[in-house]
């Protein structure tokens, strides 16, 4: 699913009215109806108390039309209008109108601290003040009117998005947002609602389909696209009839060190439980043995360095390097990571120590592949990048990076975004249960996995970020969150492809 940008919501409206022949008007009438009726599937005419807050551009447009189907309804509802400047849009003022031509009365109208109603926990609260025509933090009065509301502990429900919020800009740390219960939003979520700092004020949301022009969303570059299944499922390559296991191609796993040799078995199991023809673990020689008990299916290739890494030795011809997992960043493991890295020609994938190592010795990046992939914590990222003040800045300074060194970053978080040049792709699969040790391992090796099966890069990386989510959201269903561990993650793989394409879930 793609995620537009205000500009390209608000350009995505005038395409819409033109090509199908609308006012604005009629389209503020189509989505106000559609947010009434989801709001009267849920309330079903309880007499609850209503008071719906709406600004005076066309979000508050949204507001009223939704406080007059709602009065049309026989709800309780007190409209207020937030009075803060006489630039009202002109479907604000046609809404207004037919308001009052329902109830004989006007709104009422909040002009400064003292017009601040009560808002009791009982009430239900819908936020129409700002919508993606937000352009300066909320302050001083309005500022009040969202605490007050935050602190009512009264539902509040957000039309298209918690006031307050910007869409695709960085979050001003002085600006007041609406904590929203729920979201409805129009056509796409925002990108505010996937990072870290932004995403809570949502509540859960959902997003309506208002059905503006298919044409122009098509063509539209957007911002960002949402991995959600229906995009993995067209990711997925299926395999041939006549293949053999050469076919799959060969990940190494380069991992491990004295007391993390469990990186290089998790690394190296993802990788063969996703699919990789083949997969040998190049470990230090005390994680030989251990690697071989704990997984008969991946083949071994023992270090000289006998704790930890200390060359980079291999007969094999054509692999796929993932390297990184539990590897330390001693002198001597730099050597054997700078040596492994400098005789790929194809794109590799680094984690953890990995990245580590390249962030305190930048110009080995000069030998990293075009199209790798780099697959950071935030405490890895912050490394790499230097630090960032938002999250927005932090996606910034990651495209910029990728731009720079030709680079594919996977940002690991609660949605996981990998950033590719100017193009970033969030994943919507994944729970709170895989923030546990040794996800990273599990995902660096599915990625791998599917880069040495031929997934182009980039497309590995995606869809591996979301099978990683999808295996971790089917375990949890027996493992709960508190019993997920990464190796539990690694076995629901196979599961996790299989979801795909089950009917039932369409
Ligand atoms: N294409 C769509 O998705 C549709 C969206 N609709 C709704 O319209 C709003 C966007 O409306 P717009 O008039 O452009 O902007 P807003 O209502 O969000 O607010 C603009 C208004 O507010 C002033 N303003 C901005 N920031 C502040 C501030 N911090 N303090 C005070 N005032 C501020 C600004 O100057 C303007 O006057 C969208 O979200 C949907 O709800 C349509 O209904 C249909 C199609
Ligand atoms: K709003």
Redesign the pocket.
């Known amino acids: 699913m793609k995620i537009l940008t205000a500009a390209q ?2 350009e ?2 005038q395409a ?1 009215l033109k090509s199908q022949n609308i006012s ?1 008007t009629d ?2 009438e189509r ?2 109806t559609l947010v009434f009726n989801k709001i009267h599937e849920r309330l079903n005419g309880a007499p609850v108390p209503v008071k719906i807050f709406c ?8 507001g009223l039309a939704i406080a007059r189907h709602m009065i049309q309804h026989g709800y309780h509802v007190t409209t207020y209008v937030t009075n ?2 006489k ?1 009202r ?1 002109k ?2 003022l046609v809404n207004y109108d037919k308001v009052k031509e329902v109830t004989k009365d006007w709104p009422i109208l909040l002009d400064c601290e003292e017009d601040i109603p009560e808002i009791s926990p009982k009430d239900i609260v819908i936020d ?1 003040i ?10 001083g009065w ?1 500022a009040s009117l969202f605490n007050r509301t935050n602190d009512s502990g009264a539902f509040t429900v957000s ?3 918690p006031s ?1 919020l910007f869409s695709d800009t960085a979050q001003p740390a002085d ?1 007041a947002v609406i904590q929203a219960d729920h979201t409805f939003t ?2 796409s979520p925002k990108l505010s609602f996937f990072l870290e700092d932004t995403g809570n004020y949502t509540g859960t949301f959902e997003v309506l389909n ?1 059905g ?1 022009d298919p044409t122009f969303i098509h063509q539209a570059d957007p911002a960002a696209m949402l991995i959600t299944r229906e995009s993995a499922q067209n990711i997925y390559r299926p395999r041939k009839k006549f293949s053999h296991k050469g076919d799959y191609g060969h990940v190494l796993v380069m991992a491990g060190s004295k007391g993390k040799i469990g990186a290089a078995v998790l690394a190296s199991t993802a990788a063969i439980n996703s699919g990789a023809g083949k997969v040998t673990a190049y470990v230090p020689s005390c994680g030989n043995d251990i690697l071989q008990s704990s997984v008969p299916e991946v083949m071994t290739i023992a270090d000289s360095g006998v704790d930890q890494l200390n060359d980079f030795k291999t007969e094999l011809e054509k692999y796929i390097l993932c390297v990184g997992p539990g590897i330390g960043t001693s002198d001597e493991v730099v050597s054997a990571f700078a040596k492994a890295i400098k005789l790929q020609s194809s794109p590799v994938l680094i984690d953890a120590d990995g990245i580590n190592i390249l962030a305190a010795n930048i110009e080995l990046l000069k030998d990293v592949p075009a199209k790798s992939i780099l697959t950071p914590h935030d405490g890895e990222l912050e490394r790499l990048l230097g630090g960032w003040d938002s999250s927005m800045e932090r996606l910034d300074k990651a495209r910029e990076f990728s731009m720079q060194h030709d680079v594919i970053l996977v940002l690991k978080g609660a949605h996981s975004i990998t950033v590719y040049k100017d193009h970033m792709y969030i994943n919507d699969s994944g729970n709170a249960g895989m923030a546990t040790a040794g996800s990273g391992d599990v995902l660096s090796g599915i990625i791998s996995s599917f880069m040495a099966q031929s997934y182009d890069p980039l497309m590995a990386a995606v869809f591996g970020a979301y099978i990683h989510g999808a295996s971790g959201d089917i375990a949890a269903q027996t493992y709960a969150h508190e019993g997920l561990r990464a190796g539990i993650i690694s076995n629901f793989v196979g599961p996790a492809i299989l979801q795909l394409f089950r009917q039932e879930n369409k």
């Open positions: 919501l608000a995505a409206d819409t604005s389209l503020m989505v106000s600004g005076i551009g066309n979000n508050g447009g949204d803060c400047s630039k849009s479907d604000f129409a700002f919508g993606i025509g937000l352009n300066r933090p909320v302050k309005m039309i298209d998005m307050g600006s129009f056509n208002i503006l």
